[in-house]
């Protein structure tokens, strides 16, 4: 692999931890999934990583992290 590529992927991975922390703090899906376009933008990671994968991401992370208070 190359040295870009794993730079992108380890970037890529402190922002999903930082969706995650956001998903907690989120009164709606649409509000996680907004603020989670944002920083994968502020990361400079949009293109890199597609909207559609962001928005099945915060959605499996929304949905496993609201499961645990069901």
């Not at 915060?58 to 208070?69: A, D, L, P, R, T």
Request: hydrophobic share 45%; net charge negative.
């Amino acid at each position: 692999m190359g040295a870009v590529k794993a730079m992108l992927m380890d970037e890529e991975e402190k922002v999903w931890d930082l969706v995650a922390d956001v998903i907690s703090e989120s009164e709606d899906i649409s509000e996680a999934q907004s603020k989670a376009f944002d920083l994968f933008d502020s990361h400079q990671l949009l293109g890199y990583v597609d909207e559609d994968m962001i928005e099945e991401g915060v959605s499996e992370m929304w949905n496993e992290y609201w499961s645990q208070y069901a």
